[in-house]
Nanobody, 120 residues
């Protein structure tokens, strides 16, 4: 499956942004999906994941209550709605198709990243 992320940009602290990931190729709906991010000088980390039906999600504590992951299997698209953004959310955000649901998170396919910059 090929993944194309979009929607990144510059936003002020406290603002909102939605990034999207359009999938093509093999059936999008069979994969659990996730968003990862990598801030300058830091390792890539998972931010949120959603199972193949969209019924179950996982979100890291630092974004819980602010970020929401969702998917539209009919449109083969993954979303990450980010509210109340903080400067520490600044990173390149990557979408990924997972090999299975649960830890350790195994990525089968990576999308290219989209840069989110939050100004203070």
């Amino acid at each position: 499956v090929q993944l194309q992320a979009s929607g990144g940009g510059l936003v002020q602290a406290g603002g909102s942004l939605r990034v999207s990931c359009a999938a093509s190729g093999r059936a999008f709906s069979i994969y659990p999906m996730a968003w990862f991010r990598q801030a300058p000088g830091k390792e890539r980390e998972i931010v949120a994941a959603v199972n193949w039906r969209g019924a179950t999600t996982y979100t890291i504590d630092s974004v819980k209550g602010r970020f929401t992951i969702s998917r539209d299997n009919a449109k083969s698209t993954l979303y990450l709605q980010m509210n109340s953004l903080k400067p520490e959310d600044t990173a390149v955000y990557y979408c990924a198709a997972l090999g299975h649901w649960g830890t350790p998170w195994e990525v089968k396919y990576w999308g290219q990243g989209t840069l989110v910059t939050v100004s203070s």
